[in-house]
Nanobody, 125 residues
Framework: QVQLVESGGGLVQAGGSLRLSCELSGSTNSINSMGWYRQAPGKERELVARITVSGGTNYADAVAGRFTISRDNVRNTVYMRMNSLKPEDTAVYYC???????????????????WGKGTLVTVSS
């Protein structure tokens, strides 16, 4: 079974930096994309950053220019460097992976979503 394990969250002062890591284990299937979502108190979950197998990236407008997502395909690990952190970045950050699961020898497949348990990032003023 696929597992996503996050690390790197914690408490940091405004203007500081953190790096989140997420390692995928338990599957040899192809990973279409990995990314980070976050949910702050009283707000809905939102996409923060995403990177595809081809290297394309997407960022939320609120973090563009401050956050950088990267990947290590050998280790099946995705990273997100967060610079110039603001109090409004405080949230639980969830790792996400979309995995291509091959069904038969002809190559038919289905895409499946997997989620980590979340890691808390708190930015103080």
């Amino acid at each position: 079974q696929v597992q996503l394990v996050e690390s790197g969250g914690g408490l940091v002062q405004a203007g500081g930096s953190l790096r989140l890591s997420c390692e995928l284990s338990g599957s040899t299937n192809s990973i279409n994309s990995m990314g980070w979502y976050r949910q702050a108190p009283g707000k809905e979950r939102e996409l923060v950053a995403r990177i595809t197998v081809s290297g394309g990236t997407n960022y939320a407008d609120a973090v563009a220019g401050r956050f950088t997502i990267s990947r290590d395909n050998v280790r099946n690990t995705v990273y997100m460097r967060m610079n110039s952190l603001k109090p409004e970045d405080t949230a639980v950050y969830y790792c996400h992976a979309e995995v291509k699961v091959v069904i038969n020898v002809e190559g038919a497949y289905r895409n499946k979503d997997y989620w980590g348990k979340g890691t808390l990032v708190t930015v103080s003023s």
